[in-house]
């Protein structure tokens, strides 16, 4: 049964508000046979961002989005998804978690990223999640599901996000484990064939992308080690779903059915950790301490890491003089790198030299045009020197790239404050407010706006944008 937008979204109002009356139970109608469209998929996906993005911590650091993203959508090339519409989260959380929510949205807790040992374990995770969407897991399901069975999606959905938002590290480990959202509840019986089944598929795919297929088992074992200290009561998910060592041994066993090569750790995966790790660290003297052991105790990589991390502790702890040291070497060996010119780029802006970290940025933006970290470190430097005009048009600009960003909305929303642009500013903030699942406060600034639309297209534009936020309201149970 075909749905319309609207309808598309009631369903997803089941994990974000109280539900539409669809039947006698309440319950969304999943159309013929209990099954869900890859549109229906879409709009349930997106409505649960919506809520999540309103109580999860969410990650901020651009340069850390822009190497998920592109890990991701590196596998999506490789994999057997249909529907490539894909939203990716980064939660700022020490938990080993990732998951996947029908529609394409793909999470990421910085923990997975800070446990890994090499980016192909990483992949290995997020290889899992994507086979989970491709073979779609949710639908499949959903076909043979009983109305009690379908009940069950107020749970499995809803209780994602406290999950996912880091409400215990029993969820994360859970998440990690059986990641599909939909999956979440231990008693589906359904769970231990679609793990198997993303096993087999996700290794597929991340050796098609060119990944070590033994980072899967590798990354088992992290997984296996994390676990232990739950003791003798471990999750209840890990019992339906064990992390045992007969999973281990069967990712071992399918890494070796193929062809024996060498594979090159990606050196830059070793460099976010340290980011992921530095975030960690209140305390920038600590900080400074801690990377200064790191640096004589690793090795290769590791090393390089280290350092790179030292230097973005220096600089954050006022050290400007031995950051720069440490960090010419890096840059005069890989002068391209956008990772090291960004670090460059951060020490002159602290040294409060902005006509320095300007020229390095717009080099790099004539390099690597819309680069999303690049973009937002230039219009941080234009704030932090007062030209906020120049920063609001650089992120307006950005926003129409980057359009479901809500982090992005909500810094374009301050520079257009102090830039004077009240018409932009009650813009960007309803596109926040939309975005994080708050349709009246969006509505409120949307007739802001209207209130000082230049001309009749203007406000044509802005109609239409209201009456969409209106049509989502009532999808959601807002209105």
């Not at 039947?23 to 997106?46: H, K």
């Not at 979440?184 to 290794?203: C, F, I, K, P, T």
């Not at 932009?424 to 209130?451: C, I, T, V």
């Amino acid at each position: 049964m075909r749905k319309t937008l609207l309808a598309a979204l009631a369903c997803a109002s089941i994990v974000v508000a109280s539900p539409l009356v669809h039947g006698q139970d309440g319950l969304p109608d999943f159309g013929e046979g209990n099954a869900v469209s890859l549109n229906q998929e879409y709009m349930l996906g997106r409505a649960w961002l919506m809520q999540y993005r309103r109580q999860a911590p969410i990650l901020s650091d651009p340069l850390l989005q822009d190497y998920i993203e592109e890990l991701v959508f590196g596998l999506a090339e490789t994999s057997q998804l249909r529907e490539r519409r894909l939203e990716i989260v980064m939660v700022d959380h020490a938990s080993i978690n990732a998951f996947a929510v029908p529609g394409g949205v793909v999470g990421v807790h910085s923990g997975l990223i800070l446990s890994a040992e090499t980016e192909a374990q990483v992949a290995s995770v997020l290889g899992h999640e994507l086979a989970h969407l491709s073979q779609r897991h949710f639908s499949r399901s959903r076909e043979n599901a009983a109305v009690s069975q379908k009940k069950a999606l107020i749970g499995m959905l809803g209780g994602l996000v406290a999950a996912a938002a880091g409400g215990g590290s029993e969820v994360g480990m859970a998440a990690v484990a059986g990641s599909q959202a939909a999956a979440q509840s231990a008693s589906l019986s359904y769970s231990r064939q679609h793990e198997q089944e993303a096993d087999r598929v996700g290794m597929q795919n991340t050796v098609a992308a060119g990944y070590d297929p033994y980072g899967a088992a590798g990354m088992f074992e992290v997984m296996q080690a994390e676990s232990r200290k739950y003791g003798s009561r471990p999750p209840e998910f890990l019992m339906t779903h064990p992390l045992t060592e007969r999973r281990i041994a069967d990712a071992r066993n399918r890494a070796g059915q193929y062809p024996r090569r060498m594979y090159q750790d990606n050196p830059d995966f070793h460099l976010m950790r340290a980011r992921v790790e530095l975030s960690f660290i209140e305390d920038p003297e600590e900080a400074v301490a801690h990377f200064r052991k790191a640096r004589k105790e690793r090795k290769g990589p590791g090393a390089v890491a280290a350092q790179y991390g030292l230097v973005l502790a220096l600089t954050q702890n006022g050290e400007f003089a031995e950051a720069k040291k440490l960090l010419k070497p890096m840059r005069e060996y890989k002068p391209s790198s956008i990772i090291y010119g960004l670090a460059e780029a951060d020490i002159d802006l602290e040294e409060e030299r902005f006509g320095e970290a300007m020229a390095t940025l717009n080099k790099g933006l004539e390099l690597v045009p819309g680069n999303h970290p690049i973009t937002i470190q230039l219009a941080k430097t234009y704030f932090k020197a007062g030209r906020y005009t120049e920063a609001d048009k650089l992120l307006t600009a950005h926003a129409k790239v980057k359009p479901t960003n809500a982090t992005l909305w909500y810094w374009l929303a301050e520079v257009q404050g102090l830039a004077g642009n009240p018409y932009g500013l009650h813009q960007s903030r309803a596109e926040y407010f939309f975005l994080n699942g708050a349709m009246p406060p969006a509505l409120e600034q949307l007739d802001l706006a209207l209130k000082l639309a230049p001309n009749e297209v203007e406000v044509e534009r802005l109609n239409q944008r209201r009456s969409f936020f209106i049509q989502v309201g009532h999808a959601l149970g807002q209105f």
